[in-house]
């Protein structure tokens, strides 16, 4: 069982917003690092962020200023919130932790941003 479910995806204009969740199954306070990840058309999945226990993070430098990730280990539950989309932005986005493991990918939930 995928441990991770997606959810908040949806078609967008350029400069809007989305709020995507990731829902997990168990508890992810033990898990050192929680990540986004995106997979474009015809591109290979990347790294988005993630976030580590104590607070350190990492941004790619395209949604450096854009794109914010915050986990609630009391939750379960890992977002990103993402505001000013672009064109480029559109993808399925996914949830796992950093560095991946590949029984963690999920569906993935997919973000268009098309005007």
Known sequence: ????????????????????????????????????????????????????KGGRFEYADSVK????????????TFHLQMNSLKLEDTAVYYCNTFPSRVNFWGQGTQVTVSS
Do not use: H
Request: hydrophobic share 40%; net charge positive; proline share 5%.
């Open 1 to 52: 069982q995928v441990p991770f479910v997606e959810s908040g995806g949806d078609f967008v204009q350029p400069g809007e917003s989305l709020r995507l969740s990731c829902a997990a199954s168990r508890n992810i306070s033990n898990i050192y690092a929680m990540a986004w990840y995106r997979q474009a058309p015809g591109k290979q999945r990347e790294l988005v962020t993630f976030i580590a």
């Open 65 to 76: 200023g854009r794109f914010a990730a915050s986990r609630d280990n009391a939750k379960n």
